[in-house]
């Protein structure tokens, strides 16, 4: 049993569409993060979000944090073919050190 | 600054085999972690050094699996017999002791190491 469901599990558009990714739980986390991975590297931190409802914002890119801290969303405006890529996101729950993994989105933009 | 390093890219061994891999983390950096992607899963946490202490190793499968780090520096990640299930892509992170919050705990991941068992 998967903590965080991330979907869609696979997303192929056209570039300037606008596309979200949602990764939900039915746990409390006490932070969020958001990563994108390139094929043969590591993934890379794109966001952090601490505090329910909480909202930023990386050029195109808009994370939520849900009001509960149970879920959190990646919003992506007007997407380019440099976004393709795998989206993952992760979060600590209570004071542990430990990463709990979605099992990711596969975002591929076509020109 | 060189970031996370890990030995090597690929590894393709057969059943029973033994298999060590290693990371370096990212210099000072006093945390580091092990977490593994079985294909078609979410990656997964394996375990969690504090300079040269195991501070938590929950996630590994079984007694099969060794990690140490000795000096506090790299850490060394053995399979000793190998199985097919062990077959994924290891990643090794690191980030700063962070006694403020764990929420903002940032770790640094190295490229991963693609472990085929056979």
């Known amino acids: 049993t998967q903590l965080l469901e991330q979907s869609p599990q696979f997303l192929s558009i056209q570039e300037g569409e606008n596309l979200t990714v949602y990764c939900n739980s039915s746990?409390?986390?006490?932070?969020l993060q958001w990563y994108r991975q390139e094929p043969g590297e590591g993934p890379v931190l794109l966001v952090t979000?601490?505090?329910g409802g909480e909202v930023k914002k990386l050029k195109r890119l808009t994370f939520q944090f849900g009001d509960a801290r149970k879920d959190s969303s990646l919003h992506i405006t007007a997407a380019q073919p440099g976004d393709t890529g795998l989206y993952l996101c992760?979060?600590?729950?209570?004071?542990?050190?430990?990463?709990?993994w979605g099992a990711g989105t596969k975002l591929i933009i076509k020109p | 600054e060189a970031g996370v390093t890990q030995f090597p890219s690929h590894s393709v061994i057969e059943k029973g085999q033994t298999v060590t891999l290693r990371c370096d983390p990212i210099?000072?950096?006093?945390?580091l972690y092990w977490y593994r992607r079985v294909m078609g899963k979410e990656i997964k946490f394996l375990l969690h050094?504090?300079?040269?202490?195991?501070?938590?190793e929950s996630g590994m499968p079984n007694n099969r699996f060794l990690a140490e780090r000795t000096g506090g520096t790299y850490s060394t990640l053995k399979v000793q017999p190998a199985e097919l299930e062990d077959s994924g892509v290891y990643f090794c992170?690191?980030?700063?002791?962070?006694?403020?919050?764990?929420?903002?705990?940032?770790?640094?991941f190295g490229p991963g190491t693609r472990l085929t068992v056979l």
């Open positions: 992170a690191s980030s700063q002791e962070d006694r403020i919050s764990v929420s903002t705990d940032t770790q640094y």
């Open positions: 210099s000072g950096h006093d945390n």
């Open positions: 050094f504090v300079k040269e202490s195991k501070q938590d």
């Open positions: 746990s409390v986390f006490s932070s």
């Open positions: 979000v601490v505090t």
């Open positions: 992760a979060g600590h729950m209570d004071s542990n050190y430990q990463l709990i």
